[in-house]
């Protein structure tokens, strides 16, 4: 098999939107005119030879700046597509397609958001890892996906926001693997019977549990709530702790969670401080004792669905990337920059984002969004399960879309590199996969 660069240089300005250099219509003709492969973008940079040539020499040059090393992850130029671990190795999602019926207990490997699954995505392959940030009450920035923490049980649902909850409270809702024994009272040896059934009124009282959206308080009728559980069990990470057990060169697309209801159009300015204070100053904390140990500062995203946190974000941290999610109509709310890619797009361009996430399961129908976002000079990832279809990430990679967050990252590496020659893609030569460093 052949080793192709995991990026190929490209200039600071396709990070930036300030300083966007690249015309519309370069980005039209790269579009179009593509030879023969596609690879996965990896990380770290690793030098390779081919026939004598040396591929990619240097890691250092491409990091830089957090924002200038992951827009390099999407050079629209380069002849590979970065693949980003959505919350790790995957969400715990329910598959309601493929189990109808509910279960008794949602179960699944690894937890999602926990640090074993950010590794295992990285070792399978992963190019970065993208991962939702909350901030408790007390002000401590940790890793969670959904609006609301459920616990009790399904006839007597607990609905809590991580606002809600102290550091503490957060570290207390999963325990680790080695502490379950002792929480399933009825396997401890000599426990008495009243106390064993004492301790298990508890646990299912702080049992996690999981609807299918995770939006909105959950209600005892709700015939999707279901118990949360995982094989291997791991305290849910701050974000503090997330920078110092990922190794450096692995990249982070930071999604700002804000848990305001659907029909607000607009988060009060508030709340918008409330969440980005924490978070950037444990990003600017992480980066300065990365610099201490003689490391480069890490590549980094922010990313969110709300406009007003990504307009904030873009004033407070220009010279990084940051780009506006869009469901395209795949969720209910009350701003259209939400639920349309056109109204997205004008939207993302107009506040000089670097770039729009879409959902890719919506992209389907609107394929045309991806030239739209490119002609307004925007870089463009997709997320969502269509993605685990790697004929449908050649697909996209063809139309321009250069990033893709993905919930299986080893069945769309293996796909990719058995497609081999499977689809067009740009580059001279045709590379190859090449193998991601075990982590």
Not at 71 to 76: A, K, P, T
Not at 292 to 298: D, F, L, T, V, W
Not at 328 to 334: E, F, L, N, V
Not at 383 to 412: F, M, T
Request: charged fraction near 20%; proline fraction near 8%.
């Amino acid at each position: 098999m052949l080793l192709a660069p995991a990026l190929v240089a490209a200039p600071t300005s396709l990070l930036n939107p300030l300083r966007r250099s690249v015309s519309t219509t370069a980005v039209a003709s790269a579009s179009l005119n593509l030879s023969q492969n596609m690879a996965v973008a990896h990380a770290p940079l690793v030098s390779t030879v081919e026939d004598g040539r040396t591929l990619a020499r240097d890691v250092e040059p491409l990091l830089g700046k957090p924002g200038t090393g992951f827009g390099r992850l999407l050079d629209y130029r380069s002849n590979v597509v970065a693949l980003g671990g959505h919350r790790g190795l995957g969400a715990n999602y329910w598959d309601s397609a493929a189990s109808p019926t509910k279960p008794s207990a949602l179960r699944f490997p690894v937890r999602e958001n926990t640090i074993p699954s950010f590794l295992k995505s990285v070792a399978a392959g992963a190019s970065f890892i993208e991962f939702d940030v909350q901030v408790t009450g007390d002000g401590v920035p940790v890793i969670w996906h959904d609006n609301y923490v459920i616990t009790g049980t399904p006839e007597a649902p607990i609905n809590r926001l991580i606002a809600d909850l102290t550091y503490a409270e957060f570290c207390a809702l999963v325990p680790t693997s080695a502490d379950l024994p002792l929480q399933k009272a009825g396997q401890v040896a000599g426990l008495r019977a009243e106390d064993a059934a004492a301790a298990e009124r508890a646990r299912r009282r702080t049992r996690l549990l999981r609807a299918l959206g995770g939006d909105e308080p959950a209600h005892r009728d709700d015939p999707t709530l279901a118990g949360w559980e995982c094989d291997t069990e791991e305290r849910l990470p701050s974000l503090a702790e997330l920078f110092a057990a990922m190794p450096p060169h692995v990249a982070f697309d930071i999604e700002v969670k804000v848990a305001v209801p659907s029909h607000r159009a607009h988060t009060p300015s508030r709340e918008v401080d409330r969440l980005l204070g924490p978070i950037l100053a444990g990003v600017d904390a992480a980066q300065a004792a990365a610099r201490s140990a003689g490391q480069p500062p890490r590549r980094v995203l922010y990313s969110s669905f709300d406009p007003d946190v990504c307009a904030e974000l873009a004033h407070r941290r220009p010279d990084d990337a940051v780009m506006f999610l869009s469901g395209g109509g795949a969720y209910r709310h009350a701003d259209p920059r939400r639920t349309s890619f056109a109204a997205a797009v004008a939207w993302a361009a107009a506040a000089e984002l670097a770039g729009v996430i879409f959902h890719a399961g919506r992209l389907r129908a609107e394929p045309g969004a991806v030239r739209a976002a490119l002609d307004a000079g925007l870089q463009v990832m997709t997320y969502g399960l269509d993605n685990v279809d790697a004929e449908y990430v050649q697909e996209q990679y063809r139309a321009g879309v250069h990033g893709v967050i993905v919930d299986d990252v080893s069945r769309v590496v293996e796909a990719l590199t058995q497609a081999g020659a499977g689809g067009p893609s740009r580059g001279a030569s045709p590379p190859a996969v090449h193998a991601a460093p075990a982590v």
